[in-house]
């Protein structure tokens, strides 16, 4: 069965360093996401991409934060100066062109000290 | 995007079946109903999707009432690797929109 896969797993890295966390969606999805979760709180929306352009972003998604499709087949979204407050897991998703089914990838886990 | 509501918790053994309601008193025409399942420090994994009356796959079944305000997830015979947050989402996405994740419903299955 295709998978969102995300990398790395868990990163550690220290307040004011920038960070980009890296997705390979589902090939031949059309639409692409990044949600983040607060240890013990809800999935949280911060963006969607089609069309190499950001469809709608949350009021999270900040000048902090940044994506990208540099390639047919990553999706990366940067955070430029980490805060201890983005110490989160960062989801990324995918969705097809047909249908209303979004896949999840598993996660990264960023810690910020 | 149609706001749900949910059990926060629910308790249930293994070997049961468990039953997970889920209100959308203001669903739009177009909408369809998601549920996923999340477990700890996972992805969100989609479970099952519908429009109207009853859909089933391999792992659940989803029961839809004709007027589409509520929904109920039918998980049969749970186990105990079913402890999970189980989340309805309600909403148009044939174009892309997102996804708007509320609190969902923590189950627990006991020995």
């Known amino acids: 069965e295709p998978e969102v896969t995300q990398t790395p797993s868990h990163q550690v890295t220290q307040m004011g360093q920038e960070v980009i966390l890296r997705c390979v969606p589902i090939s031949n999805h059309l639409y692409f996401y990044w949600y983040r979760q607060i240890l013990g709180q809800k999935v949280e929306f911060l963006v969607s991409f089609y069309n190499n352009e950001i469809s709608e972003k949350s009021e999270i998604f900040d000048d902090q934060f940044s994506v990208e499709r540099p390639d047919g087949s990553n999706f990366t979204l940067k955070i430029r100066s980490t805060k201890l407050e983005d110490s989160a897991m960062y989801f990324c998703?995918?969705?097809?062109?047909?249908?209303?089914?979004?896949?999840f990838g598993e996660g990264s886990w960023l810690t910020v000290v | 995007l149609a706001k749900t509501t949910q059990p926060i918790s629910m308790d249930s053994y293994e070997g049961q079946e468990v039953n997970i309601t889920c209100s959308h008193n203001n669903i739009a025409t177009n909408d369809y109903i998601t549920w996923y399942q999340q477990f700890p420090s996972q992805g969100p994994r989609f479970i099952i999707q519908?429009?109207?009356t009853k859909v089933t796959n391999e792992v659940a079944s989803l029961f839809i009432p004709a007027d589409r305000k509520s929904s109920t997830l039918s998980l049969p015979r749970v186990s105990l690797s079913d402890t999970a947050v189980y989340y309805c989402?309600?909403?148009?996405?044939?174009?892309?929109?997102?996804?708007?994740f509320g609190q969902g419903t923590e189950l627990s299955v006991k020995p």
């Open positions: 989402l309600v909403g148009e996405w044939n174009q892309g929109g997102k996804l708007i």
């Open positions: 519908g429009y109207k």
């Open positions: 998703a995918s969705k097809g062109g047909a249908g209303n089914t979004i896949y």
